[in-house]
């Protein structure tokens, strides 16, 4: 029997605020809460940014792959936590270190999304992040995110 533990759509919206077009994760391959978490994103290009990024040749916005990473790391943390997302609080994107784009991410390739906690202290999370397409890491990132409450 397998350990995988996975989620498809629905779940992923339980445990996401973002929406259409910003939700970036498509299913939930594998996770272990405290430890890592394995995603995906069918990049298509029905993408909007792939009008003007670029018109002649399309590639996904570097800065999207980072945040389909922090999706998967805000994932995570829920999991972790055993909480979802409220009117009350949030888990921002609140740093990136070490940040390397290696090849680009073009309509058609599948982005296999992998993040590790690396440390928490507080209400403060680190992560390690690869992106991977066919097997080779295409982005890499240390992230970290904090939970926040919000005024409504």
Known sequence: MSSEKTMDIHAILKHLPHRYPFLLIDRVTDYKEGEYLSAYKNVTYNENYFTGHFPIRPVMPGVLILEALAQATGILAFKTNGTLPTDKSLYYFVGIDKARFKQPVEPGD????????????GPMWKFSAEAKVDGKVVTSAELMCAEKDIDT
């Open 110 to 121: 599948q982005l296999v999304l992998e993040v590790k906690l690396t440390k928490k202290k």
